[in-house]
């Protein structure tokens, strides 16, 4: 996971290393994701999260993209 300021630096570091971009989230998105990620990690009965949980994660979020859904 990398961090910039804005799209603009993303694209100019992609331009420099000649590399594609797999997704693009906001701080927002990605503080959400998080919540929805990390939310039960310290639940005593937590067992963690089948391939198929973690997908429903991703369609409640909106994430579509195949970048989501590749094993």
Not at 25 to 30: A, G, K, P, T, V
Not at 31 to 46: I, T
């Amino acid at each position: 996971m990398l961090f910039f300021r804005g799209e603009n630096e993303l694209r100019e570091w992609q331009r420099a290393r000649n590399v594609t971009t797999g997704e693009i989230l906001s701080l927002e998105q990605l503080w959400e994701l998080s919540q929805h990620w990390y939310g039960n990690r310290l639940d005593k009965n937590y067992h963690g999260r089948s391939l198929e949980e973690a997908q429903e994660i991703f369609r409640e979020m909106g994430f579509t993209a195949p970048f989501w859904y590749v094993i």
